[in-house]
């Protein structure tokens, strides 16, 4: 054990420091993709044995950082990395602790444009590779798209995993994670939180849901193999989450700590495809999940603590040697049974390797550094943990070059050939599950006039919709005269009277809903409107299962998410420029009786 090291030779760093100095000299860059300098693991255990003790434990953690520079960020960025952190600055942050890992969030302010990012990236990177021991740092971010993004527009945004279920095409699913990647890299973010591998067998749950391709396994195994060949063959490290399986709560493991009841033989038919395609394929890192699975760990603990799970089943069972990084660490799932200074060790101990944004780096920075220094985690335990995000860096050609270029994000991020591509793979997602007597397609010619109502959840990557603008704007574009009206999720008794009104004289009423519940006054919104003898037509902007909720309406679409892409394919559908090619990836149930099916999977609706 030791605490600093000799500085490492200038032999063993040398492609390292040359290829630093020279991309921030030049700004010249390799592709993304370029074939990596081949590390084997002699040369990444020598890296290891010239790091001190603390740039070690550092070089698990993956952490937060707020601001749109890494040397200048604003002041309310300052003040809030202060505040949480003990740093000023990202650059900060990688001097003072080392971190292997940097995530990027919308809301600290990293995705501004991806100009910015490839930036903040490049800064994050002369930060770490000035260190004594030059490593440059693996920066990751949750683009699952749909309705987890995390970088926008001008980036091209596709259909996330329910929707690409609907489609059913693992080409497009493929191809559609091959554009996202290509993306990401280009502006320095080399690690993504996707594909989301659960299986979506239970339509309360709040924190999955769209985020899953579906609730058939095989189907899932499917799509998520594909997801993983179109990441990794663009140069981005994919991460199926959320291992063993997120798929069957009624809880959300951001506020509460969620028990998985499946049986082992339930566990192995349900929710281990998805994992085992994806191990299959290749996968570079898994994401653990929050959540109590007793038939796996009579424990109790938390999936991410438990060694019966991620060593025992994970590396053992289904021999997987690749990274392995918790879910947040700050989220309330894993915070409930054991004190933040805990759970990063017993992390370590079940074999976890990255340790992702804990709610305090110093507590839990120095905990691990405590656990060592005690003997509850031997230095060779980290040596093996370090070896496995040493290898992904050099397999993705970090240590030979970590800087992107501001013609390389020109050049990639936002193509007319990529937005093209993504309008096409939503086209083929749009599932028409409802169409009395053959209502749609709508025709300007007999429905001209249309009143567009109903929800504008926020944008889930900041710049696009509102919902309602965004189908009234692409109805108008396509020769109608729409109107918006926006009535929310939850719309007062004055809201609804004033659509109501609103309605009046008009052809076609279009109404958004979102995550329609059986006391949701969404529920009474359709109703007044179908009440007033205008023809209604219902779009889900999220669940599909919101047509259980509503009736009276003369067709139902489901777009699986509220982003442009996905609410312009569907207005293209409504209006007969695109045929409705999707089907349905879950199973719809009856309000009342959850036992009756009402939709099955598989089900959908063509035009004539």
Same mark, same amino acid.
């Given at each position: 054990?030791?605490?600093?090291?000799?500085?490492?030779?200038?032999?063993?760093?040398?492609?390292?420091?040359?290829?630093?100095?020279?991309?921030?000299?030049?700004?010249?860059?390799?592709?993304?993709?370029?074939?990596?300098?081949?590390?084997?693991?002699?040369?990444?255990?020598?890296?290891?044995?010239?790091?001190?003790?603390?740039?070690?434990? +550092?070089?698990?953690?993956?952490?937060?950082?707020?601001?749109?520079?890494?040397?200048?960020?604003?002041?309310?960025?300052?003040?809030? @990395?202060?505040?949480?952190?003990? #740093?000023?600055?990202? *650059?900060?942050?990688?001097?003072?602790?080392? #971190?292997?890992?940097?995530?990027?969030?919308?809301?600290?302010? @990293?995705?501004?444009?991806?100009?910015?990012?490839?930036?903040?990236?490049?800064?994050?990177?002369?930060?770490?590779?000035? =260190?004594?021991?030059?490593?440059?740092?693996?920066?990751?971010?949750?683009?699952? &798209?749909?309705?987890?993004?995390?970088? +926008?527009?001008?980036?091209?945004?596709?259909? +996330?995993?329910?929707?690409?279920?609907?489609?059913?095409?693992?080409?497009?699913?493929?191809?559609? *994670?091959?554009?996202?990647?290509?993306?990401?890299?280009?502006?320095?973010?080399?690690?993504?939180?996707?594909?989301?591998?659960?299986? @979506?067998?239970?339509?309360?749950?709040?924190?999955?849901?769209?985020?899953?391709?579906?609730?058939?396994?095989?189907?899932?195994?499917?799509?998520?193999?594909?997801?993983?060949? =179109?990441?990794?063959?663009? +140069?981005?490290? *994919?991460?199926?989450?959320?291992?063993?399986?997120?798929?069957?709560?009624?809880?959300?493991? &951001?506020?509460? %700590?969620?028990?998985?009841?499946?049986?082992?033989?339930?566990?192995?038919?349900?929710?281990?495809?998805?994992?085992?395609?994806?191990?299959?394929?290749?996968?570079?890192?898994?994401?653990?999940? &929050?959540?109590?699975?007793?038939?796996?760990?009579?424990?109790?603990?938390?999936?991410?603590?438990?060694?019966?799970?991620?060593?025992?089943?994970?590396?053992?069972?289904?021999?997987?040697?690749?990274?392995?990084?918790?879910?947040?660490?700050?989220?309330?799932?894993?915070?409930?049974?054991?004190?933040?200074?805990?759970?990063?060790?017993?992390?370590?101990?079940?074999?976890?390797?990255?340790?992702?944004?804990?709610?305090?780096?110093? #507590?839990?920075? @120095?905990?691990?550094?405590?656990?060592?220094?005690?003997?509850?985690?031997?230095?060779?335990?980290?040596?093996?943990?370090?070896?496995?995000?040493?290898?992904?860096?050099?397999? %993705?050609?970090?240590?030979?070059?970590?800087?992107?270029?501001?013609?390389?994000?020109?050049?990639?991020?936002?193509?007319?050939? &990529?937005?093209?591509?993504?309008?096409?793979?939503?086209?083929?997602?749009?599932?028409?599950?409802?169409?009395?007597?053959?209502? %749609?397609?709508?025709?300007?010619?007999?429905?001209?006039?249309?009143?567009?109502?109903?929800?504008?959840?926020?944008?889930?990557?900041?710049?696009? =919709?509102?919902?309602?603008?965004?189908?009234?704007?692409?109805?108008?574009? /396509?020769?109608?005269?729409?109107?918006?009206?926006?009535?929310?999720?939850?719309?007062?008794?004055?809201?609804?009277?004033?659509?109501?009104?609103?309605?009046?004289?008009?052809? #076609?009423?279009?109404?958004?809903?979102?995550?329609?519940?059986?006391?949701?006054?969404?529920?009474?919104?359709?109703?007044?409107?179908?009440?007033?003898?205008?023809?209604?037509?219902?779009?889900?902007?999220?669940?599909?299962?919101?047509?259980?909720?509503?009736?009276?309406?003369?067709?139902?679409?489901?777009?699986?998410?509220?982003?442009?892409?996905? /609410?312009?394919?569907?207005?293209?559908? %409504?209006?007969?420029?695109?045929?409705?090619?999707?089907?349905?990836?879950?199973?719809?149930?009856?309000?009342?009786?959850?036992?009756?099916?009402?939709?099955?999977?598989?089900?959908?609706?063509?035009?004539?």
């Amino acid at each position: 054990m030791h605490h600093r090291a000799p500085a490492p030779s200038r032999r063993t760093l040398l492609t390292v420091t040359a290829a630093a100095a020279a991309a921030a000299v030049t700004g010249v860059s390799t592709p993304a993709h370029a074939e990596p300098e081949r590390y084997d693991d002699r040369r990444l255990r020598r890296i290891i044995d010239r790091m001190s003790l603390e740039e070690k434990v +550092g070089q698990l953690f993956v952490m937060r950082v707020y601001g749109h520079s890494a040397t200048e960020p604003d002041q309310a960025d300052i003040d809030a @990395n202060l505040a949480e952190i003990g #740093v000023r600055t990202a *650059a900060e942050l990688v001097e003072r602790y080392h #971190v292997g890992g940097v995530i990027y969030f919308s809301w600290a302010h @990293n995705t501004r444009d991806p100009r910015q990012i490839a930036e903040l990236s490049n800064g994050i990177q002369r930060a770490a590779l000035a =260190g004594s021991t030059p490593v440059p740092v693996l920066i990751s971010t949750d683009q699952e &798209h749909g309705i987890v993004c995390r970088m +926008g527009e001008p980036a091209t945004l596709l259909p +996330g995993a329910m929707a690409l279920g609907a489609g059913g095409s693992p080409a497009d699913a493929r191809k559609a *994670a091959q554009i996202a990647g290509a993306e990401l890299a280009a502006v320095g973010i080399r690690q993504n939180y996707a594909p989301d591998a659960d299986v @979506n067998v239970n339509p309360a749950n709040p924190v999955i849901g769209v985020r899953s391709f579906g609730s058939d396994p095989r189907a899932v195994a499917g799509l998520v193999a594909a997801q993983v060949k =179109g990441y990794q063959r663009a +140069g981005v490290a *994919a991460t199926a989450k959320h291992f063993p399986g997120h798929g069957d709560t009624a809880v959300d493991s &951001h506020y509460g %700590l969620p028990t998985i009841t499946h049986t082992p033989e339930e566990w192995d038919r349900l929710d281990a495809p998805p994992f085992r395609s994806a191990i299959a394929a290749g996968i570079d890192s898994i994401m653990t999940a &929050h959540i109590v699975v007793p038939a796996l760990d009579p424990s109790e603990d938390p999936a991410t603590l438990s060694r019966p799970i991620l060593t025992g089943i994970l590396r053992e069972r289904l021999g997987y040697d690749g990274v392995v990084v918790t879910d947040s660490l700050g989220m309330e799932g894993v915070r409930t049974k054991y004190g933040d200074a805990r759970v990063p060790v017993l992390a370590l101990r079940a074999g976890v390797d990255q340790l992702l944004n804990p709610p305090k780096l110093d #507590v839990a920075w @120095n905990a691990v550094l405590a656990a060592v220094t005690s003997g509850e985690l031997t230095e060779a335990r980290l040596d093996e943990s370090i070896l496995r995000i040493l290898r992904l860096k050099a397999k %993705l050609g970090l240590f030979r070059q970590a800087y992107v270029t501001r013609s390389g994000v020109d050049r990639v991020v936002g193509t007319a050939a &990529h937005l093209a591509r993504a309008d096409r793979i939503a086209e083929a997602t749009t599932t028409l599950l409802v169409n009395e007597g053959g209502f %749609l397609p709508l025709s300007p010619s007999f429905h001209g006039s249309v009143l567009v109502v109903g929800a504008d959840p926020a944008s889930p990557s900041g710049t696009t =919709g509102p919902p309602t603008t965004t189908l009234a704007t692409a109805l108008t574009g /396509l020769g109608f005269t729409a109107t918006a009206l926006s009535t929310g999720i939850t719309p007062t008794a004055a809201r609804i009277e004033e659509a109501v009104a609103a309605a009046a004289g008009k052809d #076609v009423v279009l109404v958004g809903t979102y995550n329609v519940t059986a006391t949701s006054p969404q529920r009474t919104l359709v109703a007044r409107l179908v009440a007033t003898g205008v023809p209604v037509v219902t779009v889900a902007i999220r669940n599909p299962y919101d047509v259980a909720r509503i009736g009276g309406q003369r067709a139902t679409l489901a777009s699986y998410s509220w982003t442009d892409v996905e /609410l312009r394919a569907a207005v293209r559908v %409504l209006a007969g420029r695109a045929r409705p090619r999707g089907r349905l990836p879950v199973p719809v149930q009856s309000a009342d009786d959850p036992s009756e099916v009402l939709y099955p999977v598989g089900y959908g609706l063509s035009y004539r």
